[in-house]
């Protein structure tokens, strides 16, 4: 169904166009795994540079206006 769409009904979501980029990132991906220090290091940035999730916007509203919790502090 998938490959009867791309192959034979014009490929409108455009999915051969990008897929050269994909491999290239996949292959960046694969190669920065296999290196598990330097991988390890990109995650942890990753993560420490993500933000404020809209999930915890809610959760703090939740806690706020519903649940009338106190925040504890650690």
Same mark, same amino acid.
């Given at each position: #169904?998938? /490959?009867?769409?791309?192959?034979? $009904?014009?490929? %409108?979501?455009?999915?051969?166009?990008?897929?050269?980029?994909?491999?290239? *990132?996949?292959?960046? #991906?694969?190669?920065?795994?296999?290196? $598990?220090? @330097?991988?390890?290091? =990109?995650? !942890?940035? @990753?993560? *420490? @540079? %993500?933000? /404020? /999730? =809209?999930?915890?916007? =809610?959760?703090?509203?939740?806690?706020?206006? !519903?649940?009338?919790?106190?925040?504890?502090?650690?």
């Amino acid at each position: #169904m998938i /490959f009867d769409e791309i192959m034979h $009904r014009n490929d %409108s979501y455009f999915i051969l166009k990008d897929f050269a980029a994909y491999v290239e *990132a996949q292959e960046k #991906m694969e190669k920065l795994y296999l290196d $598990r220090r @330097n991988f390890a290091r =990109t995650q !942890i940035i @990753n993560i *420490a @540079n %993500s933000g /404020f /999730f =809209t999930s915890d916007r =809610t959760i703090e509203q939740y806690v706020q206006d !519903i649940w009338h919790l106190k925040k504890l502090k650690i």
